[in-house]
T-cell receptor
Framework: AQTVTQSQPEMSVQEAETVTLSCTYDTSENNYYLFWYKQPPSRQMILVIRQEAYKQQNATENRFSVNFQKAAKSFSLKISDSQLGDTAMYFCAFMKLLGNEKLTFGTGTRLTIIP | DAGVIQSPRHEVTEMGQEVTLRCKPISGHDYLFWYRQTMMRGLELLIYFNNNVPIDDSGMPEDRFSAKMPNASFSTLKIQPSEPRDSAVYFC?????????????FGDGTRLSIL
């Protein structure tokens, strides 16, 4: 079974600064997918970024980028030039490549952007 | 394009009553997931369907919970009889298995309060 660990329950950072959220996972699979989802106070679950484990290049989406370290089973999210709208819970999630479509979520990190 | 649509957005009812939560997935998506989110347990997958067929219901907490998907555009999650410990936010999500690792798209959730 897969497990996803987010060791930072809460973080805060000044607006315009850069922040990195940590995520580690445990799996015996070689190929899989990793995701970051954002849940703002409105409680929507919004996909932030997706990484394929067989790609060495780190995924980026505008101000969001990941540092994917496959050997270390680490998948951190970097938010550059943070904005007030980035205030949210952030969840890391794992999906196997084949077999089923289940997502395994971490417990989340509550990020607060301070004006 | 319309996203995943859930109703109602909020539900408050008394213990013992039947509760029905509804979900309309994104058109063309062939997977549908029901999650429950609580402070204590985080995001839990309750059940998921592929092409309207339940694939894994191992997360359904007990016989009081049931889910159906009578067609590709509608699913229900029913709790009968409801109990205060069922209070949570219930999310529906859908995805398309056109290629591996497709992200799940979430609805806005139903906040359920059982008094």
């Amino acid at each position: 079974a897969q497990t996803v660990t987010q060791s930072q329950p809460e973080m805060s950072v000044q607006e315009a600064e850069t922040v990195t959220l940590s995520c580690t996972y445990d799996t015996s699979e070689n190929n899989y997918y990793l995701f970051w989802y954002k849940q703002p106070p409105s409680r929507q679950m919004i996909l932030v970024i997706r990484q394929e484990a067989y790609k060495q290049q780190n995924a980026t989406e505008n101000r969001f980028s990941v540092n994917f370290q496959k050997a270390a089973k680490s998948f951190s999210l970097k938010i550059s030039d943070s904005q007030l709208g980035d205030t949210a819970m952030y969840f890391c999630a794992f999906m196997k490549l084949l077999g089923n479509e289940k997502l395994t979520f971490g417990t989340g990190t509550r990020l607060t952007i301070i004006p | 394009d319309a996203g995943v649509i859930q109703s109602p957005r909020h539900e408050v009812t008394e213990m013992g009553q039947e509760v029905t939560l509804r979900c309309k997935p994104i058109s063309g998506h062939d997977y549908l997931f029901w999650y429950r989110q609580t402070m204590m347990r985080g995001l839990e997958l309750l059940i998921y369907f592929n092409n309207n067929v339940p694939i894994d219901d191992s997360g359904m907490p007990e016989d009081r919970f049931s889910a159906k998907m009578p067609n590709a555009s509608f699913s229900t999650l029913k709790i009968q009889p409801s109990e205060p410990r069922d209070s949570a936010v219930y999310f529906c999500a859908s995805s398309f298995r056109g290629g591996a690792g497709q992200p799940q798209h979430f609805g806005d959730g139903t906040r359920l309060s059982i008094l």
